[in-house]
């Protein structure tokens, strides 16, 4: 018997997720592929932030929690809701509006392009250490370490197969069933 | 059955503030001894249907989020600033939080200031109980919550985190290595099922396999028709006489109405940061330090257990996450040799934490690839988590915040803690000692993980044998107020190296008999 993978039932079809994640994320067009982080048009639905903010925000969020293995459509899904807080909350939309200027401005200072303009990863993680102590950063950071990894879609990506109980439990669906460990 | 409704003005009434693991037992215990009891709970009333397999919806569902405030050099001060403690806010209280891990104290570890000696800057004292005292009480808690390896009954089956676990320990040449003595039912036990290997044991057992008060204590009480439960009940102060006695509480109800229960006696079971935040919100004339805090001990002497984690990435799929939380232990590390550099001990336990908690504590506030590619590693990854005794400090505290109030108004609880230099020699050991575990059996990669918000709260409302160096005396009995007592952690006078839950039940079932003592002779 060899080692029970992920399992099949958790795993979401990639029309399922386009349904859903377009309910998560009503304000992102959800193009297929990379190269799109930073594009202003997929956010021409945003009301209260501008689409360059959130465009900023998206391409932000890939830089700090950086996964190779997770398409742009999560990202969007983490920072869609910023549009609708900035709505709710002034003080949220200050922030955010306050904090695209600022990176723009370091950005500038150091590279001569907005941030979403900057190519090189590296370049923008210079940019992102250099705003890191601000409270931009730190909202958007500590937002996102949920935002991104509660979206229960990427589980499967990383081997994690969430609720059980319904199941009956991992008791027969492999809790121990590791076989690779030297014997002893 | 009936369930119990006592008058507010009945003051023949005992009243118990908080339901977890102190408090329902207690309330269970005078319950089943004929004595009227009203427990008065801050949270909600959940049931298992109601538990959600998801850490952060559960995390909302449960935890204790009422504001507070800390300060002091631990890094949780920092990463978790109003978060100090991961404590519950329903009844059953941490009961239904906690991985069920059942030790019991060394016999030294009743004697710290015997066994450890002076220590600079540690506030030690030796309990007024000893091991053998404790063992009838022990022997009462293992088989009311079902330890198994007590009692005959079996231990669980490990999971792949706990074979990755063993099999590192057993080429180190670790000899006591098993899969734990947990109240976690092995084998269908007291009207409840056997353990189903979901995980998610912190965010309450869906099984009910694990021992929790909101599914064991508290309806056997409430059958006896003695006891009355109040969730959504926050107890603001403690009344008293003008001769000192206590008479009663003021609580706010569901809808923030304020209420009086008057009682014959009170205990305090609200876990060691809401236990002396009362006595001192309760402040009056006659006690203007607050109540029973003449010792000047009330919040004082906070321990938390020196903790710390160490996850490694393998090659090849570990699923950590499949089965229970707390799979196994190592407990070689558990006695007391200071050779190592360091007095006391520590266990070594499985955990698991589910991929959204991971981010959130691997390493709070990191962020980047270095950062994110530990969690790529996470179906590969193994964990455990280390325990061990933590030195009472005087200077770490629990005050009134001077700025910060709750919604009723009240000053909210302030945390200071700073590791002791003995705390930080045994967190290093740990980190070293689990790292070698791991990389036994091929880790590509350790990492070490800073303590989460604490769950072992204890200490601040210590027992003494003198009135002069604590709050209470051995049976739990505030040194000041003879009808006022403490049930919970706060009473201990060290926190041992082992987790506390089952001592605390112990004790609560050993104050029971005394409480029950002291009212037939009268005396209280």
Known sequence: ?184 | MTLAKFDQSDDSVFVIIGSGAGGGTLGNELAQKGVKVVMLEAGARFNIPDFVNDEWPSFSQLAWTDARTTSGSWRVAKDFPNLPSWIVKAVGGTSIHWAGASLRFGEWEFKAKTTYGDIDGANLLDWPITLDEMVPYYANAENRMGVNGTNGIPHLPGNNNFKVMQAGAQKLGYKTVFTGNMAINSQPRDGRGSCEQIGFCFQGCKSGAKWSTLYTEIPKGEATGNLEVRPLSQVIHIEHNAAGKVTGVVYADAKGVMQRQKARGVAVAGNSLESPRLLLNSASGKYPDGLANSSGQVGRNYMRHTTGSVYASFEKPVHMYRGTTMAGIIRDESVNNPKRGFVGGYEMETISLGLPFAAAFFDPGAWGRSFTSKLDDYANTAGMWIIGEDMPQETNRVTLDGKVKDKFGMPVASVHFDDHPNDIAMRNHGFKQGGAVYRAVGATRVAEVPPYPSTHNLGTNRMSANARDGVVNKYGQTHDIKNLFISDGSQFTTGAGVNPTLTIVALAVRQGDNIAGMMSRGEI
Request: no cysteine; hydrophobic share 45%.
């Open chain 1, 1 to 184: 018997m060899t080692m029970r993978k992920v399992d099949a039932r958790v795993k979401v079809t990639r029309r399922q997720f386009l349904q859903t994640s377009a309910t998560v994320a009503p304000a992102a067009t959800l193009l297929a592929g990379g190269a799109t982080l930073g594009s202003e048009a997929a956010w021409a639905q945003a009301s209260t932030l501008s689409p360059h903010a959130m465009a900023t925000l998206t391409l932000m969020a890939r830089d700090t929690y950086p996964h190779d293995q997770l398409g742009d459509s999560y990202y969007r899904s983490a920072v869609a809701h910023w549009d609708d807080d900035a709505a709710a909350d002034v003080a949220k939309r200050q922030i955010i509006a306050d904090g695209v200027v600022g990176l723009d401005a370091e950005a500038n200072a150091r590279f001569g392009a907005n941030y979403i303009d900057v190519a090189s990863e590296a370049d923008r993680v210079t940019i992102l250490q250099a705003v890191e102590p601000g409270a931009f950063f730190k909202a958007v950071r500590a937002d996102l370490v949920v935002s991104l990894y509660n979206q229960k879609k990427l589980w499967p990506k990383f081997g994690y197969e969430g609720a059980s109980a319904q199941y009956g439990g991992y008791l027969h669906r492999g809790f121990n069933d590791i076989d690779w460990l030297p014997s002893t």
